[in-house]
Each structure stands twice: as structure tokens, then as C-alpha cells.
């Protein structure tokens, strides 16, 4: 979650999160959550209040905006606690910890050993299908990008961009098509910058997948979209955090850079970007916050990273079409976030663009298309500065610089730990979107 907006808040029944988890997000013993109860207390206009009476339990907040609700996990020994406030709650999730467990991808300790589908490796060929099935380590990410590169080479290379605090890989794959390596205009993704929004590292790969699979296959259609575009993808542009969501703490959010001045680790890298990054409200100065923006714009290696790898691409052919994978909330969300007033220039393009994506998205096989709602500029943004589509349509002078905030659209625990029986249609239904806003782009 990033890109919040107020004005959709009011049209949501339910908004996601900013969480703030402050009262263990610090902790550096492995969190298994189990016996923490997720609950959704209904504020009636009482936000500010409820959430002061909620500060005392050791708990994890999910959503910032109170105005009609607050998710919110409570730990087992505060439960009874919890209880005596007497609040008007739905129980949303009986076990979060088992939730966790049953969702296969975090161990805690350090010790990898994700669940991930058996053969899903084809030595030679395109990954089985079967890879979105389930979850999977950093590790089998990076071979899996591997294994997409090697099947459709004379199309693709692997780009590593930078490295993380911690040494790992920024890695993704470039594709291209007739016209030869960088000669279109690009269309960049970002996944899993927010370390526990699984769904956004699946559903970049799927698109991957689904583009390569269909060149090879000569489906015209597709073949078409990739001699019209140069791709540059990369699914996790927050590896430490993803590591950490494995081992330590399944609800980080946070890149894992440590602080000179404090003892709390972490900067939320989409309040880092090097724009508009001191406007008041909207990201925290405080190490120990979710929304941390940093000690300096663009201070985390991860977004210096980022920052050369787009101005490379803009001192090619520029950057087209910008998409900034999150979840939760099933949003689509256009700039700005620094300045509530402000609309981008091609304001009516860029949300006909995106009505027609969320049409795309509804209109899915078999009615199994979800609601998607795209984020209109209002003068009542939720404000979010440093962030990434910001900095995408302004300094990149992207087309289209857009947040997806993905399934589900609310539901607590399941918000950030999707099971992995709902990764195929969770993706499929973007997949779908993307085949509507790509080729109807290259018109
Ligand atoms: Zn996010």
C-alpha cells in the first residue's frame, strides 16, 4: 500500500494500509503471530479516539485512516484486554499465525525452506506454469528470472540494476521485439516494494510469463505488444525486506537499512524517492515509523538504484508507461500523492486509460473478474510524498505512472497473506487488464 487516497476512502467500504505496527515491527526475533486475532472495529465516527484506546495493546494496525474502521491484530495476551473496551467489532481472522503457516512461504529463523511447487524448472524451456501455485524464496525467484531469460534469449537479457543494503540483487529481464534490443519505448514494473505484498511479486512474474509464453508461441497479438514496447521488469526492488517477510516478520514492510540514530531499522522506500520528498505530511521523519521516509531523498541504495536504471532508460527511447505493483485494495491509483491539488497534464487520458484496465479486469471469464477502482485526483488526496509514480510522471515524464493496488480489497489477515489457491486468479484477472491497456497504448 502506498497511494491512499481519501476521497476513495469515502467510496470504499474498506481501505488498506499504512500499517502501523509500531509495537513489534522493530523486533528482531522471529514473529510467528500465532494466537493474534485480526479484528475490524467500527469507529462511528469515533477514529482518533479508538485508535488512542487501541495505542495501549500489542497489536498490529492495518489501516491509518480511521474514519470508518480500524484492522487491526491483537496479541493473545491482550485479547481479554481488547475485549473490555467493548468496542463494535467483526472478527476477521480467528488465527493470523495459522493463516501464515497455511499460506506456506514463511519460516521463521532464518531457515529457508518455502514450500515452493516441485518441477517447476524445465531445463531449456519456459518454468512450468505450475510456479503460481505458490510462493517462493528470493533464491528460486532470481533462477526462475534465470530459467524466462534463457528460454526466449534472443529476445531478452537479464538487467540487475543495482544491489540492496544487504548485497542482494535488484534483478529483472528486459524484452524486446523486432525492432532489436532498446529501441521502443519503455514500459517499466516495479514489484514488491513494500516487502509483504506477495501477490505483487507473482503477478509481475505472470505477466513475464505470459508475454514470453506468447511470443514463442507466435500469438500475434502479443508478439505484437513486445515489438512495440521494450520491457523492463523487475519483480522484487525490495529483497532484503522480502527476505525478512521469510524469515522474521511475514507483515514487514520496510527496506532492512539500519539507522546511525536509532535502534529501529527500515525506510519505506516509496517515501525515499528524490521528489518532492520534503513536502510536509504524507511520509514520517521517524526511524521507527512504517512510512520512514529516509534520512536524505533518495538515501537507500535500492532507490539510488532505481533512480539510475530510469534515467538510462529515459536517455534512450524514455519511459512510457510506468506500473508500481502493490497490494491491497484493488486500486488503481494515478498521480499525485505530494500535492492534493495538483492533476497530471494528461489527466483525462490517464484515467480512461485506467477505466478501460478496471473494465478489462471486471470483465474476466466466467464472472470472476474483481472491482477495481481507479483513483481520481480530489482535492482530499490521502497524501503520500517521495513515492515512486510521482517521480515517474514528473521527472521521467512518463504517459501513464500508475500505482496497482492488488487483491484482495480488504479482509484483514488475508489482505497481505493471500493464500496461494487465490495466486492464478489473482493474476490472471491483471493479465487480462494489461491485454486491454497495452495494445489499446500502441494505438
Ligand atoms: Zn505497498
Known sequence: MNCEKMKLLALLPYLAPLASAAVISNANQPITYDGYKVFRVLTHGQGEEIERQ????????????????????????????????????????????????????????????????????????????????????????????????????????LINVGKSSEGRPLKGIHLWGQGGKGSKPAVLWHGTVHAREWISTMTVEYLTWNLVNGHLNKDKTITDIIDKNDFYIIPVVNPDGFVYTQTTNRLWRKNRLKHPSSSCVGTDMNRNWP??????????????????????????????ALVAHSRELVAGKGIKKYIDWHSFSQLILLPYGYDCKKRVENYERQIALAQGTAKAIKATARGLGSTFTPGETCPDLYKAVGGSTDYMQDMSKAEISWCIELHPSGGGASGFVLPPSKIMSSVTEIWNGMMWLLPNMNK
Open 54 to 157: 487501541l495505542q495501549s495493546l500489542k497489536a498490529v494496525q492495518y489501516n491509518l485512516n480511521t474514519q470508518t474502521n480500524i484492522e487491526i491484530a491483537v496479541a493473545p495476551e491482550d485479547l481479554k484486554k481488547f475485549e473490555q473496551m467493548e468496542l463494535d467489532f467483526q472478527l476477521l481472522d480467528e488465527d493470523l499465525g495459522v493463516s501464515i503457516r497455511a499460506e506456506g512461504g514463511f519460516y521463521p529463523g532464518g531457515e529457508m525452506r518455502i514450500a515452493s511447487t516441485p518441477n517447476w524448472r524445465r531445463p531449456g524451456a519456459l518454468p512450468d506454469k505450475n510456479w503460481f501455485q505458490s510462493y517462493h524464496s528470493f533464491d528460486d525467484h532470481l533462477k526462475w528470472l534465470d530459467d524466462v531469460q534463457a528460454a526466449f534469449s534472443s529476445n531478452s537479457e
Open 275 to 304: 521528489y518532492q520528498w520534503n513536502v510536509t505530511g504524507g511520509s514520517s521523519t521517524s526511524p521507527c515509523d512504517e512510512t520512514f521516509r529516509g534520512l536524505e531523498p533518495g538515501n537507500t541504495v535500492e532507490i539510488q
